[in-house]
């Protein structure tokens, strides 16, 4: 079996598969690492190797501790990757981008590749159907938006996509117009992101006529609602993706 961690800037996912099944998925805030690492490990005794990739800051050392009873791979800069690199600052790219495009060209071969990740930030990259990573772009995602608007402004609110805030009656989209303060600010906030994205993607389609979208992310399932291009939504891509990563390393190491 094989445990699979993707630790991003506010929290963990993890998922345990054997060979390409993902039969268990596991969500925790970073701090909470260790103990759920170990609660893992308590269920699925017959872990054999763990895979990470991190964007965030996290003691590899947890890791290592374990290295008796797992093997521990870490996805990193200089492992092998099924495409070319052709980003003009190739050590700065997140590793989490750098697995997302692994996965995309080891899921969707010889095919143009558009993957946007929605989570605390967007990020787009493409995949040429010649393996070659061109590059993309990071936006805020929908939570940073919210937040900004409330840290830097002196008297907006602090909303979010919660119940709550959004209320019952808002539908796939807030009115375009809003009628007070909270519902102008989901209606830039929401009707902003979406459009952004349909954008991006109708942008790529004046260079590129034929490409797949694989949409994931924490923000994915909400956003494929409201997009009006067609895409693949999978949520969890990612740790997919780091799956078919760790599988391509063990046979090119």
């Known amino acids: 079996m094989l445990l699979a961690i993707d630790i991003g800037n506010t929290r963990i996912k993890a998922a345990v598969f054997e060979g390409d099944t993902l039969l268990d998925l596991f969500v925790f805030k970073n701090l909470e690492l260790e103990i759920n690492l170990k609660k893992i490990l308590l269920k699925y005794p017959n872990t054999s190797n763990l895979v990470v990739a991190t964007v965030g800051n996290v003691d590899k050392e947890v890791f290592l501790s374990l290295n008796s009873t797992l093997k521990i791979h870490f996805i ?13 600052t190739p050590l700065t790219l997140g590793i989490d981008r750098m697995v997302l495009a692994a996965g995309a060209v080891l899921g969707y071969p010889k095919q143009n590749r558009l993957i946007i990740d929605a989570g605390t930030c967007v990020t787009y990259d493409f995949v040429s159907s010649e393996d070659e990573y061109l590059g993309g772009a990071i936006s ?35 009115e375009l117009i809003g009628n007070s303060t909270p519902n102008s600010i989901h209606s830039g906030v929401i009707n902003g992101i979406v459009n952004e994205i349909d954008g991006f993607i109708n942008q790529y389609k004046v260079v590129y006529s034929n490409f797949i979208i694989i949409l994931t992310g924490g923000d994915a399932e909400f956003l494929a609602k409201r997009l009006k291009n067609t895409i693949f939504a999978n949520s969890n891509f990612l740790l997919e993706s780091l799956s078919k990563t760790y599988q391509y390393k063990i046979k090119n190491d």
């Open 76 to 88: 990193g800069a200089k492992t092998p990757l099924p495409f070319t690199n052709s980003y003009q």
């Open 140 to 174: 805020p995602g929908i939570r940073l938006r919210y937040e900004s608007l409330h840290q830097y402004t002196a008297n907006l609110p602090l909303l979010g996509l919660e119940k709550e805030h959004l209320g019952e009656d808002q539908g796939l989209f807030p």
